[in-house]
């Protein structure tokens, strides 16, 4: 069975910063494609930042500069780095990675979501 395990968030003040984890739990074959969500209370979840199996790297324009998408591919792990928080940045974040479980088979998965809190 496999699952996404987030971890990181926290409360900070704003300039702080945090770095979000999301780690896969269980065997797969590749990591395709990679993105980073957010949902802020009363609104819609939104991108973050992404990196699409075809290499193309996508930011919202808001994180642009402050915010970095990474991987580590030995410990099948994505990472958040957010800098310079702002208290518009509270929000549950949340992982979506398009999995090769086995060769020829991909799915989409989400993670449990984490709390990030930026206070003023």
């Known amino acids: 069975q496999v699952h996404l395990v987030e971890s990181g968030g926290g409360f900070v003040q704003a300039g702080g910063s945090l770095r979000l984890s999301c780690a896969v739990s269980g065997s797969i074959f590749s990591i395709n494609a990679m993105g980073w969500y957010r949902q802020a209370p009363g609104k819609q979840r939104e991108l973050v930042a992404a990196?699409?199996?075809?290499?193309?790297?996508n930011y919202a324009e808001s994180m642009k500069g402050r915010f970095t998408i990474s991987r580590d591919n030995a410990k099948n792990t994505v990472y958040l780095q957010m800098n310079s928080l702002k208290p518009e940045d509270t929000a549950v974040y949340y992982c979506?990675?398009?999995?090769?479980?086995?060769?020829?088979?991909?799915?989409?998965?989400w993670g449990q979501g984490t709390q990030v809190t930026v206070s003023s």
């Open positions: 979506n990675l398009n999995l090769e479980i086995t060769r020829g088979y991909e799915y989409a998965y």
């Open positions: 990196f699409t199996s075809g290499g193309r790297l």
